[in-house]
């Protein structure tokens, strides 16, 4: 199975970016398809960007232009850099593998304040 660790995550003003980064390892046959998904408190889970088979992004109308997924091959590791983050983008991150997901990262937490 794949494991995925992410970090990056913290506190920050609105305005500020954040770069966060989700690291596979393990069995990585899934790994063409990832992304990031984020839930806030009493929301739902819901897609912020993704890569599918290993090229092609995808990106949720509320961080189009301002969010921009990347993919480190050689470290099998994505990147969600997220600039002009507002207050609403607060939310656990969760990276995720497979289509439709189906391993997830434990989370990290995306503080904005207004």
């Known amino acids: 199975q794949v494991q995925l660790v992410e970090s990056g995550g913290g506190l920050v003003q609105a305005g500020a970016s954040l770069r966060l980064s989700c690291a596979a390892s393990?069995?990585?046959?899934?790994?063409?398809?990832m992304g990031w998904h984020r839930q806030a408190p009493g929301q739902q889970r819901e897609f912020v960007a993704g890569?599918?088979?290993?090229?092609?992004?995808n990106y949720a109308d509320s961080v189009k232009g301002r969010f921009t997924i990347s993919r480190d091959g050689a470290k099998n590791t994505i990147h969600l850099q997220m600039n002009s983050l507002k207050p609403e983008d607060t939310a656990v991150y969760y990276c995720?593998?497979?289509?439709?997901?189906?391993?997830w990262g434990q989370g990290t937490l995306v503080t904005v304040s207004s």
């Open positions: 995720y593998s497979g289509s439709p997901p189906a391993k």
């Open positions: 393990g069995s990585l046959f899934m790994i063409s398809n």
């Open positions: 890569i599918v088979g290993g090229s092609r992004l």
